[in-house]
Every structure is written in C-alpha cells, then in structure tokens.
C-alpha cells in the first residue's frame, strides 16, 4: 500500500503542534502557573522543555520517520527482535486509552459552545454553576449525543487521510485556534483590573518551588507535548526526508508553551476583574466548566454581548484545542490498525472509531447512571485518565528515553537528525547524555512522584 506523507514542512509543524495544542494547556498549565510560584514555575518549566521534552520529542520523530511505520511497526523494525519491540504497542495503547476520555471532554466543550452563544449562562448566580454542568454531566443521553458528535467529526477527518484529512484540518484550524487566543488575549487584558492577573501569572515567587512542584512542571511539559506515547512518532512516520527534525520540535514547543501561557492571560484577569480568589477557581473540568462560566460572565457583564461573544469563542477555542488533539490520538490507533492487521484506512477507522463509542460511553456515563461502578477504586473516566496519566505516559516516557538513548545505534542518530549529514547538530552529544541519563531518572522520580511513592515514605 502506498503510504502518504505530509504534503508540507508547515503542515507537519501544525499537526504536530495541533497534537500538543489541548485541554493540558488550558485547564492545568494556567492554573498550576499561578500557584506555583508564576515566572518562576514558567523558568522550569521551559527548562524542562529543554532538557528533558525536546530529546524525547527528537527522538520519537526520528523513530516515526526512520521506519516511515505505525509506532508498533517502528519499534519493531528498529528492536531486531528484542522485548522493546513493546515500547511501540504499549504506545499505542497508550494513545487510544486516553482517545476514551479525552472524547468526552471535547464532546462538553460542544456543548458549552452551543450553551454560551445561545446566552443561557446570563443571570445565572454564581453558586447554580455547578449544579448546570453536573446535572448536564450526570444527564444519561445529553453527554452522549456530543461525544459521538466529537467522535463522528475525529472519524471524519482521519477517514479523509493524511493529506486531506489530518493536515488540511490542521491548516485550518491552528491558524484558527491562534486568531481566538490573540482576539481572547486582548479583550481580558483590556479588562480593569487585568494587572493582577498578570501579576499573580507571572510574578515570580521562587519560595513556592520545591521539589514537588518541579516534579509536576515535568509532568506537565510530557502530558502537554504529547510525549510517551505513539502521538509524535506516529506523525513523523508522515514527514518527509527532508523534514528538520530538531527546528520542527523547537516549533512545535513554542507554539504549544505560547498557547499556554496566552490561556493564563485568557483567564486570570477576568477571575481578579471580579474579585475572586484565583485559588478557589479549582483545575481540570472544575475550572473549565464551573468556575470559567460564572467568571466571564461577571467580567464582561452579565448577558452582554461581549460576555456572549468572549464566552462562545472560549469554548470553541477548547473545543478546537481539544479536537486537534483528539485526530492525533486516534490516528495512532487507525494506522496501527490499518498496517499491522493489513486493513483499508476505512476499515481500520471504523474499528477504532467503533472501540472509542463504546468505551467513551462508559466514560461519559460514569459521570451519571454508571457512577456507582468502580475499577480500581474509581469511575470509568478516572480510572481512563489516572492510569494513562499517572503510568502509562510516564513509563512510556521513560522506555523511550532508553530505547533512544542506550538501544538505538548512535550513527544511525546522528544520521537521521541531521538529514544525512545536511544539518549541522551541535547538540548531538547533549542530547544522547540527556536521554542516557537525565530523562529516564527524571521521569522515573516523576512517575514515583505521581504514584504518590515519596509521600508514602514521608519525603513530600
Ligand atoms: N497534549 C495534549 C494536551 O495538552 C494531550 C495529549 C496527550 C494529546 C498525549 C495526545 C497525546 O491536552
């Protein structure tokens, strides 16, 4: 089968950056921003980008474009044989797990799209917001319908192909997403007040950083650059020879560290504009779907047609966020699908497509008629988001620090990198001593970290 590749340097940069590009950067970045000591926590942050994101980021593009292979195929080909040939499936794995309740999330950014243009949220107290999302939350049928609205548009584009259906759409919408971030920006730093957002945003407070708080700005930078799994490599399998693979991965974390830190000026102003304590607006959905409607409602004027206008272009911004992500996710599994198992890509889509309903439902009514039913001591959806967060990112982090840094065969790096021999790559020893060593300790004392191991033993 002639396998297809990305028809430009730009668009392999916007669909590896619209991978990057997600809920992560929206609902976590800002807020653990804030609290963790602002331009200090952003200071780590970008080192940790540096030191740990781009190697890893490098070497996954690598794996992807060397075997131009799904990612189960490209740790095969490259592990001769070997137990790493894993690597690749556990990436893979990786990536549809989290599609199940990542689906459901961008299913409820739909929805408070269609809520905030229709101006439902205008003289609603403040208090009541809670009780509009878990009763749309806990509903058996509404959050079902936007899933599979999500799931249908994902299974869309991926059908569509590499060229026309992934990065056509990513053409499309990153420059989309872009225009909205800046348009949000100016209109909530025009907000009176806006300064002490910014402060709180960007202060730095270096008292605040400790050893937990680096350890959750690692976390971060892997889970909002797509990393550990098979999202990266599965990309790459599309580039051409010709792609820099080093200039594409600093890119690709500009854009994605730019968005983040454009999605704390988005929300902090309004939340002092205000008056409210920016360490009561919560995380995650709490944050996105509670706190976030009430807050641009009250800054922009109860019912306005500013609070409307800035308040539907925020959801729709999530909803493309969340869906560039989403394609990313799900193209790992349909071209592992469609190579491993020999299938049409509409054959394989569909069994992809088909897995997700049905384990996006579970998710998604776990929130409602199914929330009594516990794995592991959690609903459907933490169970989904916890294990892949908390295990499978990490571990999959760390085997392919190693696999590149101790396995695969230098020269063949070297080679690679610089585009045989065009590219100058200065870089080349520090960033095999960072994946020899650096990355997996680090992610290992991440994935200790996460797995709550240091508080057990009383060091946190
Ligand atoms: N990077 C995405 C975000 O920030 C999430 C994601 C993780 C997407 C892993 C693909 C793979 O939301």
């Not at 019912?303 to 990313?328: D, K, N, P, W």
Request: glycine content about 10%; aromatic content about 14%; some cysteine.
């Amino acid at each position: 089968m002639e396998r297809e590749n990305f028809a430009s340097k730009v668009g392999a940069i916007l669909a590896a950056a619209g991978s990057a590009v997600g809920l992560g950067n929206v609902w976590r970045f800002p807020i653990e921003t804030g609290q963790n000591g602002g331009a200090a926590f952003i200071i780590i942050y970008i080192i940790c980008i540096i030191v740990l994101g781009l190697p890893i980021m490098i070497s996954e593009f690598l794996i992807g474009r060397y075997t131009h292979s799904n990612t189960a195929g490209a740790y095969r080909i490259l592990s001769d044989g070997s137990p790493w040939k894993w690597v690749g499936r556990l990436g893979v794995f990786t990536g549809w797990f989290i599609l199940c309740y990542y689906s459901v999330v961008g299913g409820w950014t739909m929805h408070y799209t269609f809520l905030s243009a229709d101006n439902v949220f205008s003289g609603v107290p403040a208090k009541e917001f809670g009780d509009i999302f878990d009763g749309f939350a806990s509903n058996p049928w509404k959050p079902l319908f936007w899933l599979y609205l999500f799931i249908g548009i994902i299974h869309f584009v991926i059908t569509k192909g590499v060229q026309s259906g992934i990065e056509k759409s990513a053409k499309l919408m990153m420059p989309t997403l872009f225009i909205i971030t800046v348009v949000l920006t100016v209109c909530s730093v025009s907000l009176p007040g806006a300064s002490k957002g910014l402060e709180f945003l960007l202060k730095p407070d270096w008292s605040k950083v400790d050893s937990g708080v680096i350890l959750q700005a690692m976390g971060q930078a892997f889970f909002s650059l797509s990393l550990g799994m098979g999202c990266l490599c599965t990309y790459a399998s599309y580039f051409d020879k010709k792609t820099p693979l080093g200039k594409t991965a600093v890119n690709v974390s500009l854009i994605d560290t730019f968005i983040a830190i454009m999605a704390g000026f988005i929300i902090f102003p309004s939340v002092f504009n205000i008056g409210m304590n920016p360490n009561e607006v919560g995380v995650g959905a709490s944050l996105t779907f509670i706190s976030l409607p009430n807050v641009f409602q009250h800054a922009f004027g109860d019912g306005s047609i500013l609070a409307i206008l800035f308040s539907t272009l925020f959801y729709f911004l999530l909803f493309v966020a969340a869906l560039t992500s989403a394609i990313s996710l799900h193209e790992v599994a349909t071209a592992y699908v469609t190579e491993e198992f020999k299938l049409s890509r509409k054959k394989g889509a569909a069994i992809v497509t088909l897995t997700i309903l049905v384990l996006g439902t579970l998710c998604s009514l776990s929130f409602g008629p199914l929330s009594d039913v516990k794995v592991f001591d959690r609903n459907f959806f933490s169970m989904f988001d916890d294990f892949s967060g908390m295990v499978l990112l990490p571990l999959g982090g760390m085997l392919i620090s190693i696999f590149s840094g101790w396995v695969l065969d230098r020269q063949l790096y070297r080679n690679e990198i610089s585009n045989g021999g065009d590219l100058r790559t200065p870089y080349f020893k520090l960033l095999i001593f960072s994946l020899r060593y650096i990355a997996p300790i680090a992610i290992g004392l991440v994935f200790l970290g996460q797995l709550g191991v240091f508080e057990l033993i009383g060091m946190q």
